[in-house]
């Protein structure tokens, strides 16, 4: 089954709107969380963690950090590391051979490198140009392809992907999609989220 991984983005939102939409769309079917915070201080995400914690707790599915090893160790969630975070071998010492770690790949050398240090999963892209807070360059689907083939964890595309965009996906072997916008900021999130997850599983 092709997993929805949930990235947050809580620039929008009070504290109570923004755990309202986190907890509609693990309702509408997310597989993944990550708290993604770029502007919070370490007490800020520390803070805003533990309530996201427990929301993936009570919906038994598994909540990463973005950036922040010594947090998801505080937290005791997993990490998504980028090409200028924290070494995944690194973290992988600090946190444990149980915790899911992350790693960004834009080429297949990232990717290998990434798989052989250590990584659960990979996040590829950007598909799609994004709104979000970091400065992304796209990633080809013929790029995005040769590292499927070449690694043997998961490979996520993200970038700029929503209902009406995912198509490209198709016969690419993915294993799930990262989404922010198209769910944080969705009408009715819990129903966006079910039809995404519907639509992915399709492809």
Known sequence: MKKLYLVTNSDKYTEEEFLKRV?????????ILQLREKE????????????????????KLPLLLDDKPHLAWALGCGVH????????????????????????????????????DGANYLGVGAI?????????????IETFKRIKENVDIDVYAIGGLNYDNIDILKNTGFDGICVVRSIMDAKNVFEETKKLKEKIQNL
């Open 40 to 59: 919070k201080t370490d007490l800020e995400i520390l803070k805003l963690g533990k309530k996201v914690k427990a929301l993936s707790d009570k919906y």
């Open 81 to 116: 590391l980028g090409a200028d975070d924290m070494p995944v071998n690194l973290a992988r010492k600090l946190l444990g051979e149980n915790t899911i770690i992350g790693a960004t790949a834009k080429s297949v050398e990232a990717a290998k490198r990434a798989q052989k």
């Open 23 to 31: 907890e509609d769309a693990l309702k509408g079917g997310v597989d």
């Open 128 to 140: 799609y140009e994004t709104k979000t807070h970091v400065n992304t360059k796209r990633t080809s």
